[in-house]
T-cell receptor, first 113, second 115 residues
Framework: GQNIDQPTEMTATEGAIVQINCTYQTSGFNGLFWYQQHAGEAPTFLSYNVLDGLEEKGRFSSFLSRSKGYSYLLLKELQMKDSASYLC??????????????WGLGTSLAVNP | GAVVSQHPSRVICKSGTSVKIECRSL??????MFWYRQFPKQSLMLMATSNEGSKATYEQGVEKDKFLINHASLTLSTLTVTSAHPEDSSFYIC???????????FGSGTQLSVL
């Protein structure tokens, strides 16, 4: 089967660094996405990794290891507004051999003062 | 960045009525649009994929006669929840891909409450 695993909840302190891990098992691989979703709102794009390595974008960085089926999202200098759910999604293939996104359940991050 | 507009943002309806949700790509041509539903504290569940001018591809377990999807143009897709029931109450989100990008751009979502 296809599945994506990420921690359900994490807590961190304002100003700190937090790493959210994601492991996946999918039929094929065509890229991994991280999205941020605040309660009651639609997800917003954070990062896209298709090759191994670290992609840095401001306070957020995302890492991918295709051989290990592993990614992480690193958030630095945490702010209160970073409290949200972080969704890991992998583009694999469905039964019709079409590319489709497979979504993790999301990691709810709470940033405390 | 690309903008996807989704309306309405919130709708409350009586059981048995039909509700239409619109999703528009405002500044790019969306070759593919996706419709998701999301229950509280759960992840996104893909309902269907629609390509402009062709029939939508529904995910297993999603009733195509209940969730009607129309993608008549490169900038507009609609989802109609027919004969809505309380169990259809959920957060519905559309997303679009196009403009040569691999990214998905999401609408703001529609919170449907069926009484």
């Amino acid at each position: 089967g296809q599945n994506i695993d990420q921690p359900t909840e994490m807590t961190a302190t304002e100003g700190a660094i937090v790493q959210i891990n994601c492991t996946y098992q999918t039929s094929g691989f065509n890229g991994l996405f991280w999205y941020q979703q605040h309660a009651g709102e639609a997800p917003t794009f954070l990062s896209y990794n298709v090759l191994d390595g670290l992609e840095e974008k401001g306070r957020f960085s995302s890492f991918l290891s295709r051989s290990k089926g592993y990614s992480y999202l690193l958030l630095k200098e945490l702010q209160m507004k970073d409290s949200a759910s972080y969704l890991c999604a992998v583009r694999g293939f469905n039964a019709g051999n079409n590319r489709k996104l497979i979504w993790g359940l999301g990691t709810s991050l709470a940033v405390n003062p | 960045g690309a903008v996807v507009s989704q309306h309405p943002s919130r709708v409350i309806c009586k059981s048995g009525t039909s509700v239409k949700i619109e999703c528009r790509s405002l500044d790019f041509q969306a070759t593919t649009m996706f419709w998701y539903r999301q229950f509280p504290k759960q992840s996104l569940m893909l309902m269907a994929t629609s390509n402009e001018g062709s029939k939508a591809t529904y995910e297993q377990g999603v009733e195509k006669d209940k969730f009607l999807i129309n993608h008549a143009s490169l900038t507009l897709s609609t989802l109609t929840v027919t004969s809505a029931h309380p169990e259809d109450s959920s957060f519905y989100i559309c997303s679009a891909r196009g403009g040569g990008s691999e990214k998905l751009f999401f609408g703001s979502g529609t919170q449907l409450s069926v009484l």
